[in-house]
């Protein structure tokens, strides 16, 4: 059985950097980019990590970027870097055949909460672009405007999920034939004090204020909750073969995929893990298929969302499952909790892994959590990796698992 | 009054809404200018925002030129 599609492109807009090759130097440096938000001033958790110096209209290429809501502005960003990564674009390709799908937990939820607002003061201030801005679909619409993409053209929600199930959707449009080459990830802007209110009334939230930039410890024992980020992931998809065809550089490929609900609670894990550990198997099950065993699979990027109950079940199924010698960590020690990007985020950094030979550490993990028994990195480590797993998990029960070759 | 008004108009259709300098004039409409119907309305929801006031329900939008706006606008703050 041959891999369903190559990584062709990636673009990422992340707290970590405004681009691929900067979020990956500072994600491989372990140095963390939780910090004070101003939006939050006031509220019980006012840190987060934010997209450092993201100028709009230059990262849209749009000069009516303020047209877009943030989180499709950061779509849009990553989709152009991606596109241009790949050596594509609309001169080279047939616009009909290539499809957009892109994930979002939330959609434009600030330009929703200042509509909100500017209602209360007079219903003749609410804007025309409320919904044009808001709505769900609009970061994949907006980067198939960007891009002239006219080919099917969707977005996924699966809360934190989202990102992971998008490019399994993407996937099926190369599969299906009804598209050459997808353009597919996730995007969120979630870092609104509504969002943070809301996210630290759950109890969700590291309550770290004094010392923000070590509140993201994913696995360790102190970790008191997760840090809320922002960003978008966006990667470049083909059929193996075309990429191979036009000589395309192919960063890894998509190799096994797995989706599965705990139908158990609609924010915490199961605690035993039965919907992870059954996506799991299937991912490693099509993963063996290809003639890589559970034993090839020498490196994770967890979900490690750094709250006490997520860490630990999802710590506990893959230490069942996988190899003791197998490298797991959890980038969003660095980068914070992505929401609905997270998963496309982290599988574009598990390909750069593969492709580049080395292994991102846990920021900020100290004393791993005694009920956590899997190898995880404290410092970048270079070592090949031939298959890799990305574990994504949303409110709402939702489980996948991306398995990805060299 | 109408020549800050009109050159705060000027401004935003310019920086706001990527309007070409030399396509400008007072007495072009704005779907000459090339704002589409979303972007007009948007144009006003700025206008009553600055100034406060709510223009009359039923004003033809996308015929109306910056001049007229202007008109408009004066005419409402004597009211």
Same mark, same amino acid.
Not at chain 1, 123 to 128: E, F, M, N
Not at chain 1, 155 to 163: E, F, L, R
Not at chain 1, 319 to 324: D, E, Q, S
Not at chain 2, 28 to 50: H, K, N, P, Q, T
């Given at each position: ?16 950097g ?16 939780? *910090? ?21 209209v ?24 991606? /596109? ?14 290539v ?14 909460a ?12 609410? @804007? ?30 699966a ?9 399994a ?12 080459? /997808? ?6 802007a ?69 989706a ?45 969302? @750094? ?31 992505l ?35 899997l ?11 031939? *298959? ?7 409110f ?7 398995a990805?070759?060299? | ?36 119907? /979303? ?21 033809p ?19």
């Amino acid at each position: 059985m041959t891999p369903d599609a190559a990584i062709t492109g990636i673009g990422l807009v992340t707290p970590a950097g405004g681009t691929r090759e900067s979020t990956w130097d500072t994600v491989c440096a372990g140095r963390p980019t939780a *910090a004070p938000a101003a939006g939050l001033a006031g509220l019980p958790v006012d840190f987060a990590c934010e997209v450092p110096a993201f100028d709009p209209v230059e990262a849209t290429g749009n000069r009516r970027a303020w047209r877009l809501d943030r989180y499709a502005q950061f779509a849009v960003a990553a989709a152009r870097e991606a /596109v241009a990564d790949a050596g594509l674009g609309p001169a080279g390709w047939e616009a009909g055949r290539v499809g957009v799908v892109v994930g979002t937990a939330a959609g434009g939820v600030a330009t929703f909460a200042e509509q909100q607002q500017r209602l209360q003061r007079n219903v003749r201030l609410v @804007s025309p672009l409320t919904l044009p801005m808001f709505l769900p679909n609009m970061a994949a619409a907006q980067v198939a405007a960007a891009l002239g993409a006219r080919g099917p053209c969707l977005q996924t929600g699966a809360a934190c999920a989202s990102g992971a199930v998008a490019v399994a959707s993407a996937v099926d449009l190369l599969r299906t034939g009804a598209c050459d080459v /997808v353009i597919a990830g996730a995007a969120d802007a979630m870092v609104t004090p509504l969002c943070a209110a809301a996210f630290a009334s759950l109890g969700a939230l590291s309550r770290r204020r004094d010392a923000p930039a070590t509140a993201s410890r994913p696995f360790d024992a102190d970790r008191d909750g997760f840090v809320l980020g922002e960003g978008a992931g966006i990667l470049v998809l083909e059929r193996p073969a075309t990429a191979q065809a036009r000589g395309a550089t192919v960063y890894a490929h998509l190799a096994g995929y797995a989706a599965t609900c705990d139908a158990y609670d609609i924010v915490a894990p199961d605690p035993e893990g039965r919907g992870l550990t059954a996506a799991l198997r299937e991912a490693l099950d099509t993963l063996d298929r290809t003639g890589i065993p559970p034993s090839g699979v020498s490196y994770v990027n967890a979900h490690g969302t @750094s709250t006490p109950l997520n860490d630990r079940v999802e710590a506990a199924v893959l230490a069942r499952h996988l190899p003791a010698d197998t490298l797991v960590s959890s980038t969003k020690g660095v980068t914070g909790h992505l929401m609905g990007a997270a998963g496309a985020v982290e599988l574009a950094l598990t390909a750069l892994t593969i492709a580049r030979g080395t292994v991102p550490p846990t920021a900020n993990l100290t004393h791993l959590d005694p009920a956590v028994h899997l190898a995880v990195p404290t410092v970048a480590q270079d070592r090949p990796v031939a *298959a890799a797993l990305s574990v994504s998990m949303g409110f709402g029960g939702h489980n996948t698992v991306w398995a990805l070759t060299r | 009054m109408a020549e800050d008004l009109y050159q705060r108009i000027a401004d935003t259709l310019v920086g706001k809404f990527d309007v070409d300098r030399r396509d400008l004039g007072p007495d072009r409409s704005y779907a000459d200018m090339g704002l589409d119907s /979303v972007s007009i309305v948007e144009l006003f929801v700025m206008i009553e925002e600055w100034w406060g006031l709510a223009l009359p329900e039923g004003t033809p939008l996308p015929e109306l030129t910056p001049a007229r706006t202007v008109a408009l606008v004066a005419e409402k703050i004597r009211a």
